[in-house]
């Protein structure tokens, strides 16, 4: 069953931001919040098939542009909608 997972952390060593990424299964999406956009920069998911999104407000707050075509900038209606879809969410603090 697909999950979606969101992350507030905006460094790929933080424990909250290893377990994640570890965590993330083929059909799982991964929406990054607050600081956690700041992985727009830098994050490599092997996993191709995994929804990665990144919330507008929050990258435009930290004056950020995703470096990779394929994460996709959601606003809160499409973040709203996301937890809607899926039977599962997991934050990530």
Known sequence: MPILHTLNKGSLDHPASKDCLRSL???????????????TQ?????????????????LHLRG??????RIQIINDA????????????????
């Open 42 to 58: 830098r994050i490599k998911i092997a996993k191709q098939s995994i929804v990665l999104c990144a919330l507008q407000h929050d």
């Open 78 to 93: 499409d973040f709203v909608e996301m937890c809607a879809q899926y039977d599962k969410i997991i934050n990530w603090y």
């Open 64 to 69: 950020l542009s995703p470096m990779q075509s």
């Open 25 to 39: 299964d083929k059909l799982d999406a991964l929406v990054l919040i607050e600081d956690g956009v700041y992985l």
